[in-house]
T-cell receptor, first 114, second 114 residues
Framework: DGGITQSPKYLFRKEGQNVTLSCEQN?????MYWYRQDPGQGLRLIYY???????QKGDIAEGYSVSREKKESFPLTVTSAQKNPTAFYLC?????????????FGPGTRLLVL | AQTVTQSQPEMSVQEAETVTLSCTYD???????LFWYKQPPSRQMILVIR??????QNATENRFSVNFQKAAKSFSLKISDSQLGDAAMYFC???????????FGKGTHLIIQP
């Protein structure tokens, strides 16, 4: 089945620790995105990537880092510089070309700080 | 920067009735895309419907339709014959003509009363 997978479903972070959230897609999509969702809020864009080895900051990139070494994978690292990391994190992908702008989402990862 | 406003934090409708969710947006672009996503308690984001700004015809997907008023920058979602499975958070989202992410509203919690 084609789709987007995120792991783990739940992640716990200790103070001062970096953690990495996984996002994999087998839809052959060029573009991938990371969003953060806080209670009572819509999603906010953290980072996005249109092609391999290239990515851009979104609206709330501080305290986060990404890499795009493979078309299928777009991992997100939440660094110790992110002071309020508790949130629900959603990864998305899209074909990335005109006429195919719809983004499809993974099931999400809930990050909690211990 | 683009903004998306959903003025109804919560809406309630009787099963089989029709309900309309409101969304307004602010942009200086002429080429853009609008989306409605549904987020049930599982928190999976599911595309409901999309609209290209250059199309004058309102999009329709089965029981879901939109009223797109480009001059007024309004993009409402109408759900006909509401079903219990329609209960969810509904998010309106905007995407500009460039290659970046989505801008989301804060969502409307839709309650379906049996």
């Amino acid at each position: 089945d084609g789709g987007i997978t995120q792991s783990p479903k739940y992640l716990f972070r200790k103070e001062g620790q970096n953690v990495t959230l996984s996002c994999e897609q087998n839809l052959n999509h060029d573009a991938m995105y990371w969003y953060r969702q806080d209670p009572g809020q819509g999603l906010r864009l953290i980072y996005y990537s249109q092609i391999v080895n290239d990515f851009q900051k979104g609206d709330i990139a501080e305290g986060y880092s990404v890499s795009r070494e493979k078309k299928e994978s777009f991992p997100l690292t939440v660094t110790s510089a992110q002071k309020n990391p508790t949130a629900f994190y959603l990864c998305a992908s899209s074909p990335g070309y005109r006429g195919q702008e719809t983004q499809y989402f993974g099931p999400g990862t809930r990050l909690l700080v211990l | 920067a683009q903004t998306v406003t959903q003025s109804q934090p919560e809406m309630s409708v009787q099963e089989a009735e029709t309900v309309t969710l409101s969304c307004t947006y602010d942009t200086s672009e002429s080429d853009y895309y609008l989306f409605w996503y549904k987020q049930p308690p599982s928190r999976q984001m599911i595309l409901v419907i999309r609209q290209e700004a250059y199309k004058q015809q309102n999009a329709t997907e089965n029981r879901f339709s939109v009223n797109f008023q480009k001059a007024a920058k309004s993009f409402s979602l109408k759900i006909s014959d509401s079903q219990l499975g329609d209960a969810a958070m509904y998010f309106c989202a905007y995407r500009g003509g460039g290659a970046d992410g989505l801008t989301f509203g804060k969502g409307t919690h839709l309650i379906i009363q049996p």
